[in-house]
């Protein structure tokens, strides 16, 4: 093949550096641990932080650069390295967890659709609380929300005592009963009228919710399917545990159907 002109090699050019006799004294250090030249190890470093400039953004080299100060400020406090100390280690994991969220794109506080649904479910509840404060006042205590937990925790969970009983813990049945076994005519006619507002409160607040809910729905999906891309590419933790048992599972079935397999050509 012949050989391309010589104006059309790249040609190596010579860059004078200045450097701090501390800096010099640093590189010094490396090149003597490499068995290399001062000059080849800048040359080196400078084409290592060009391949990082090309590959990092400036949103992400920020975010590099504030994880690694914080690494080294928690990794004094907890006086070890993250990957030697465990307690240096669990501070740099929610470390990192925190700083990521802090980073988190498309707020959903800063969508209109979001906002507006929100600012309805807080006008609702209010209302609801306004109600329920009046009942209050004439006596008649009502929970503010119908579905919020009781005292038997499992019962939102479908729990130990069956999902008929658990819609009636949950909804106002029991308080509508209360108010009809009212034996004081006066108080019941002041508190029927005000049951009604809290039950079309009850709606409005459900109404409001599913609106929210459904403004945000977008932004779970989309943090969802991150999540999700995350497990599929990198698994670990838990995942990584059942993605073993499963393998696991499969190699003692392929066994066990192996063995009966055997069997019944010895039997025949």
Do not use: C
């Not at 650069?65 to 240096?88: C, F, M, P, S, V």
């Not at 929610?94 to 309805?120: F, G, T, W």
């Not at 005592?161 to 509508?176: A, D, I, T």
């Amino acid at each position: 093949m012949a050989r391309q002109p010589l104006e059309k090699e790249q040609k190596r050019q010579q860059v004078a550096v200045r450097l701090s006799p501390d800096a010099r004294e640093e590189i010094g250090k490396i090149a003597e641990a490499r068995g290399t030249s001062v000059g080849a190890e800048v040359e080196r470093l400078a084409l290592e932080r060009l391949k990082y400039l090309s590959r990092a953004d400036a949103e992400t080299q920020d975010l590099f650069d504030k994880a690694l100060d914080r690494i080294e400020h928690l990794q004094r406090q907890a006086k070890g390295r993250w990957y030697k100390n465990l307690t240096a280690w669990s501070a740099v994991s929610e470390m990192l967890a925190h700083i990521l969220d802090d980073a988190r794109p498309e707020d959903p506080n800063e969508d209109e659709a979001v906002a507006d649904a929100a600012a309805q479910q807080m006008a609702a509840r209010s209302e609801r609380q306004e109600i329920v404060r009046a009942l209050g006042e004439l006596g008649f205590a009502v929970r503010e929300d119908p579905k919020q937990a009781t005292l038997y925790g499992a019962l939102r969970q479908g729990g130990l005592l069956g999902s008929s009983l658990r819609e009636r813990v949950q909804s106002r049945s029991w308080e509508s009963a209360a108010i009809d076994a009212l034996t004081d005519e006066g108080m019941k006619a002041q508190v029927e009228p005000l049951f009604e507002a809290l039950l079309l409160a009850d709606r409005k607040v459900d109404e409001a919710a599913e609106k929210w809910s459904a403004a945000m729905t977008a932004y779970w999906q989309a943090e969802q399917d991150g999540r999700r891309l995350a497990v599929e590419i990198y698994p670990f933790g838990l995942a990584k545990q059942l993605g073993g048992l499963v393998d696991l599972a499969k190699g003692l079935g392929s066994n066990l159907l192996a063995k009966a397999g055997r069997r019944h050509a010895g039997d025949d």
